[in-house]
């Protein structure tokens, strides 16, 4: 079963930022958190990952509390070519092991 | 560079038939994964390849399903016979040996059973 909790889904206007929120109260000390996203009929991708730090890519910010309870994902000028579904992930790193997906959320990006 | 490839992109075949799907890999990763969505659910892991040995395999519903990644290469996934519940959309994913689990995703193959 999926060790976090995401909103089903949320709307997001073109242009502005894209915030999305992920509960992982049960995270361990060893283990990341992995946000990965799924355009309709495209196998998943990987977005960013973080262990206790904000962490920052060409694609997304990622934001974790300082407990490490729940982090966010953020894009910061969301395009209609970012409707998708993302999903947060949390996992031991460098044990190439299994990503456990849950129902995601479904973001839209209106014009 | 080239990504992650699966062939064929869309299968349809009869109850009771067999089908094989395979998965090529970024040249130079170890690990090949197999995931599967059915209709309605959620993406859910078969199993795991480091090289040509099975790491995990915990996923794989029954033995209706075997997967095989001969030389540690390419890899396939057969279903024999096939049932009407394996209808869905079979994804592979690879990643490198020390890259800790970012995991590039193929395309994926729909499967349909009728």
């Known amino acids: 079963d999926a060790k976090t909790t995401q909103p089903p889904s949320m709307d997001c206007a073109e242009g502005r930022a894209a915030n999305l929120p992920c509960n992982h109260s049960?995270?361990?000390?060893?283990?990341?958190v992995y946000w990965y996203r799924q355009i309709h009929s495209q196998g998943p991708q990987y977005i960013i990952h973080g262990l206790k730090n904000n962490e920052t890519n060409e694609m997304a910010s990622l934001i974790i509390t300082e407990d490490r309870k729940s982090s966010t994902l953020i894009l910061p000028h969301a395009t209609l070519r970012d409707t998708a579904v993302y999903y947060c992930?949390?996992?031991?790193?460098?044990?190439?092991?299994?990503?456990?997906f849950g129902q995601g959320t479904e973001l839209s990006v209106k014009p | 560079e080239a990504g992650v490839t699966q062939f064929p992109s869309h299968s349809v075949i009869e109850k009771g038939q067999t089908v094989t799907l395979r998965c090529d890999p970024i040249s130079g990763h170890d690990n090949l994964y197999w995931y599967r969505r059915v209709m309605g659910k959620e993406i859910k892991f078969l199993l795991h390849?480091?090289?040509?040995?099975?790491?995990?395999e915990s996923g794989m519903p029954n033995n209706r399903f075997l997967a095989e990644r001969t030389g540690g290469t390419y890899s396939t996934l057969k279903v024999q016979p096939a049932e009407l519940e394996d209808s869905g959309v079979y994804f592979c994913?690879?990643?490198?040996?020390?890259?800790?689990?970012?995991?590039?995703f193929g395309p994926g193959t729909r499967l349909t059973v009728t």
């Open positions: 390849f480091v090289k040509e040995s099975k790491q995990d």
């Open positions: 992930i949390v996992i031991y790193y460098n044990q190439g092991g299994k990503l456990i």
């Open positions: 049960t995270i361990s000390g060893n283990e990341y």
């Open positions: 994913a690879s990643s490198q040996a020390d890259g800790g689990t970012e995991q590039y």
